[in-house]
């Protein structure tokens, strides 16, 4: 074996191992797997009550159904009041065996791209929207509309149907229009559904401009696809649907998820809805802390009808809790 092979943890796990099979003796198995005598005999401290409620937290967090690394889960930790950092996070995740496998590396396009100049500069700005497609288990395909909004992120529509036709597509965008405004752009492929006499001329009324990037490129489109790829990864490829309306309850709670709690690093780790400034999230301190560290001092939550701030950084005596204010379409 050479030298910095494994671990010493390692090494004295393997040794034990061969003196309890009755392979050598404990001198002999030091000398071979160059662990020393000390640390041989030496046995951890029992941890602490606050490091076994963490452990169990994070794999709590981890089977919630929600496909989330390490810095996420990091994330949610310290949102629920835990005084701890990404490092020992990472290191409690990896020593527990809940590692993700890494995504696949993406080949980089040699050429030079060809998408439109147009960028979002302000909510409603530039909208995006798009297909993807699944199936149930009992063999029927699903196909999903997503409309997305390309500077806040959010998710505005993500509606499931057995078949999506242009008729279909206009009456969902209208119950957006009506909802969120009209956007000054809308970036799509050339589907048939997007191209459609009568979709042009409701957009020309409503004095919405397309977007339509070239054949074949979908890079062009970057947002939704971006979105369309966390859709698969943490819903689709983790769910079975039996039918279409399991399907839209699915998918709904993801559109909710996404757009009320998953934190983008684009975004500052904050939700599209926070980023916009539409909802405020304060979580309640329940989580237990560990003796050793001193309280943690909180931002302050934000002041509601009827309470008062917090004064001189101190948590107020009630802590408010938001909830999204309706359902997403």
């Not at 046995?43 to 496909?67: P, Q």
């Not at 819903?235 to 709690?261: H, M, S």
């Not at 690093?265 to 400034?277: D, F």
């Not at 909180?298 to 909830?323: D, E, F, M, V, W």
Request: net charge positive; charged share 30%.
């Amino acid at each position: 074996m050479r030298k910095k092979a494994l671990s010493p943890a390692s090494r004295r796990a393997i040794a034990n191992q061969a003196v309890e099979k009755r392979m050598c003796s404990k001198r002999a198995a030091c000398r071979i797997l160059l662990v020393s005598r000390s640390s041989f005999h030496y046995r951890g401290r029992e941890e602490s009550g606050w490091l076994l409620a963490l452990k169990k937290r994070i794999r709590e967090l981890a089977y919630d159904g929600k496909r989330r690394g390490y810095r996420r889960i990091a994330q949610k930790l310290r949102e629920e009041g835990w005084r701890v950092g990404k490092r020992r996070v990472q290191r409690l995740w990896r020593a527990m065996g809940m590692r993700l496998a890494p995504p696949r590396r993406k080949r980089r396009r040699a050429g030079t791209s060809t998408g439109l100049p147009t960028r979002a500069e302000h909510r409603g700005h530039v909208w995006t929207w798009d297909f993807i497609a699944d199936a149930t288990v009992r063999g029927g395909p699903i196909r999903i509309l997503t409309i997305l909004d390309e500077y806040t992120r959010e998710c505005h529509v993500l509606r499931v149907e057995r078949s999506l036709k242009s008729a279909d597509v206009l009456e969902w965008l209208g119950k957006t229009v009506d909802e969120h405004g009209a956007p000054e752009y809308l970036r799509s492929d050339n589907g048939s559904e997007f191209i459609a006499k009568k979709v042009q001329a409701w957009l020309k009324m409503k004095a919405i401009k397309t977007i339509y990037i070239e054949p074949g490129s979908p890079w062009q489109n970057g947002y939704v696809e971006s979105f369309h790829g966390r859709l698969r990864d943490e819903c689709l490829n983790q769910e079975q649907f039996w039918g279409l309306k399991e399907a839209r309850v699915i998918i709904g709670d993801f559109q909710r998820y996404y757009n009320y709690e998953r934190g983008h690093s684009s975004l500052g780790k904050q939700s599209p809805k926070e980023y916009a400034g539409l909802y405020r999230r304060t979580v309640p301190i329940t989580a237990p802390r560990d003796p050793a560290y001193a309280p943690v001092a909180l931002r302050a939550p934000y002041a509601q009808a009827g309470q008062n701030p917090s004064i001189h950084g101190k948590p107020s005596t009630s802590l408010p809790t938001n909830t999204p204010g309706g359902t997403e379409k």
